[in-house]
C-alpha cells in the first residue's frame, strides 16, 4: 500500500513538473520562452507581450478540451481543465498587466498624478456651509481641514451625520476636528505604485498628499487608472 502511494504520489509530482514547463507564461517554461525571446529581441516587454499571448492561448485550449471531456461524459476531468484554463489566461494577463504598471510608473512620484485642487475646508466653517458648498465637491468621505495654510486634521461624512439638520448651522468644523486617518495620507515624494499598493491593501482609493504639514493635493484610484490608460494608449504599438 504504501509503495502504492509513494508511485501516485510521484506520477503527480511528475504531471505538475511537466505541466510547469508548458511554454506558457506565467508558468516556468513560459517565462523560459520568454528570457529567449527577450534575448532574441532585446525588448522585455515585447517578449513579455509574446509569451503571454501564448499562455492565454494554452488556457483556451484547455478550456475548450474541458468543455469537450464535459459533453464526452467526463464531467469532473473537464471541469479540472476547465478551470485550469481559465487560471492559466487570467495569470497571463495579469502578469503582463503588473509589467505595463511597472513600465509606467516606475520612476513616477505621486505628485506627478495629483489634483492640487483639494477643497480643504476652514475649522471656523459652519457644518451647514460645508454641507452644501463643499461636500458636492467632495470625492471622498474624509475631509481635510486646513488653518494657515497647514493641514490640521479631518472630519468624516460619518460625523457630520451625527448632528441633526437643524443644528448644523450652530457647529463649526473645528469641533469635529480630528487626527487625520494615517491611511489615508501619503507623502509627495512616494512612488506611485507604492501609492497604488498601499490603496490595494488598505481599500482607500482617495489619499491626502503632504509635504510635511501643508496639504499640497489629493491621488485618488481613477487618477492613477486615467494616467494608466493615456500611458498605453501612447505606448501601444501600430
Known amino acids: 500500500m504504501a509503495n502504492g502511494i509513494t508511485g501516485y504520489l510521484a506520477f503527480i509530482n511528475l504531471l505538475l513538473a511537466v505541466f510547469n514547463l508548458l511554454p506558457a507564461f506565467p508558468l516556468d517554461g513560459g517565462r523560459i520562452l520568454r528570457s529567449v525571446i527577450w534575448r532574441w529581441k532585446g525588448d522585455l516587454r515585447h517578449a513579455t507581450r509574446l509569451a503571454t499571448r501564448i499562455g492565454s492561448g494554452f488556457g483556451v485550449l484547455l478550456i475548450l478540451f474541458g468543455i469537450l471531456n464535459a459533453?464526452?461524459?467526463?464531467?469532473?476531468?473537464?471541469?479540472?481543465?476547465?478551470?485550469?484554463?481559465?487560471?492559466l489566461k487570467a495569470a497571463a494577463k495579469n502578469s503582463y498587466g503588473r509589467l505595463l504598471l511597472q513600465a509606467a510608473f516606475s520612476e513616477k512620484r505621486v505628485d506627478s498624478l495629483m489634483n492640487i485642487e483639494t477643497d480643504a475646508i476652514s475649522p471656523h466653517l459652519s457644518l451647514e456651509e460645508v454641507v452644501s458648498e463643499h461636500l458636492p465637491r467632495q470625492?471622498?468621505?474624509?475631509?481635510?481641514v486646513i488653518e494657515n495654510g497647514r493641514l490640521v486634521g479631518c472630519i468624516t461624512l460619518a460625523q457630520i451625520k451625527r448632528i441633526p439638520d437643524k443644528m448644523r448651522a450652530e457647529h463649526r468644523a473645528g469641533e469635529l476636528l480630528q487626527s487625520?486617518?494615517?491611511?489615508?495620507?501619503?507623502?509627495?515624494?512616494?512612488?506611485?505604485?507604492?501609492?497604488?499598493?498601499?490603496?490595494?491593501?488598505?481599500?482607500?482609493?482617495r489619499l491626502l498628499v503632504v509635504d510635511g504639514h501643508k496639504l499640497v493635493g489629493t491621488l485618488t484610484l481613477s487618477d492613477i487608472i486615467e494616467a494608466f490608460s493615456t500611458w498605453k494608449e501612447l505606448e501601444s504599438e501600430p
Request: overall charge positive; aromatic content about 10%; proline content about 4%.
Open 71 to 87: 459533453f464526452g461524459g467526463n464531467l469532473l476531468g473537464g471541469m479540472w481543465y476547465f478551470l485550469i484554463g481559465l487560471f
Open 180 to 205: 487625520c486617518p494615517e491611511k489615508s495620507v501619503i507623502k509627495r515624494e512616494t512612488g506611485v505604485l507604492q501609492a497604488l499598493n498601499h490603496m490595494n491593501k488598505t481599500g482607500i482609493n
Open 139 to 144: 470625492k471622498g468621505k474624509i475631509l481635510p
